[in-house]
């Protein structure tokens, strides 16, 4: 494909201003990081009050939890090709064993 007649866009324009975005977006970010991280930090302390009365609640009726998930069926999630390996492994043991 060819280029239209006109003006061609510099590229080194296009990659100055790219770096220099890059640059302003980077200092950006470093700049925010220590605000964002306060703002984590105070958070976490008001959650701490909430985490504990949840926790008390949780062993107020935690009798009920526990004899619910005591009944819960066990299922096999190995994948298959997993399953097959350790069929093929179970085969060449009982095989190795008999001679």
Same mark, same amino acid.
């Given at each position: 494909?060819? &280029?239209?007649?006109? /003006? /061609?866009? @510099? /590229? *080194?324009? $296009? +990659? %100055?201003?790219?770096? =220099?975005? +890059?640059?302003?977006? +980077? %200092?950006w970010m470093v700049a925010l990081l220590p605000f964002l991280l306060l703002a984590s930090l105070i958070i976490a302390i008001l959650m701490v009050p909430v985490m504990q009365r949840l926790r008390k609640e949780l062993e107020s009726t935690g009798s009920d939890l526990g004899a619910r998930t005591i009944n819960v069926p066990k299922v096999d999630v190995t994948p298959w090709h997993r399953q097959v $390996? @350790? =069929? *093929? &492994?179970?085969r060449s043991e009982r095989s190795n064993k008999k001679f």
């Amino acid at each position: 494909m060819h &280029q239209l007649p006109g /003006r /061609r866009p @510099n /590229r *080194w324009l $296009r +990659t %100055v201003l790219a770096v =220099a975005l +890059t640059a302003v977006v +980077t %200092v950006w970010m470093v700049a925010l990081l220590p605000f964002l991280l306060l703002a984590s930090l105070i958070i976490a302390i008001l959650m701490v009050p909430v985490m504990q009365r949840l926790r008390k609640e949780l062993e107020s009726t935690g009798s009920d939890l526990g004899a619910r998930t005591i009944n819960v069926p066990k299922v096999d999630v190995t994948p298959w090709h997993r399953q097959v $390996r @350790n =069929a *093929w &492994q179970k085969r060449s043991e009982r095989s190795n064993k008999k001679f």
